[in-house]
């Protein structure tokens, strides 16, 4: 186990996890959210290395005692990246507030980050705001336009991040 609050446990991403992971990327919400389309196989999906991501969890709810979705950050250590997938009947229900929440205290603690980023479009007005509400600030400097692959218009990935800094003030 990586972490855990009196309401979910992070521990570590397997293989095992890999179906439901791959019917949250089904969803047309998930794909919308991440401006992509799922067009493989489960077996196809199921062909990564897991280990090449020092932090992959499977968040737990203590409650329901189920798998409710998985938070990530990148391998990229000089762009940190922490990217969340709830499972589509637990949205909505402070999951994902509480899994960032988590991930960015262990995160923080274990990796010696200096900062942390995540990103999401324009239009995804409840991760906007869970970003906001658990500290991260914009920035814009690292914005990008790119063309939504469902409707072909422009759209923004709004980049954030949090310090090292700012995430011990709050």
Known sequence: MYIENNRISL???SH???????????DPETQKGYNSILDE???EFCYFEIDEYDFWATIISKEKRCTIGTVRLSY???NPDLSIWIYKPYRSEGYGIEAFK????F????????????????????????LKKIGFSRNEIDD????????GKRTT???FRITYDDYMKR
Request: net charge negative; aromatic share 14%; glycine share 2%.
């Open 11 to 13: 521990i570590r991403y």
């Open 144 to 151: 990008s336009i790119e063309k939504d692959i469902f409707t």
């Open 157 to 159: 990935q709004l980049a």
């Open 76 to 78: 990229d250590v000089s």
């Open 41 to 43: 196989s489960f077996e």
């Open 102 to 105: 988590l991930s960015m205290k």
């Open 16 to 26: 095992s996890d890999d179906e439901d992971m791959y019917d949250c990327w089904k």
């Open 107 to 130: 995160c923080f603690s274990q990796y010696n980050l200096k900062e942390i980023v995540a990103g999401c479009y324009e239009d995804n007005i409840k991760s906007i705001n869970m």
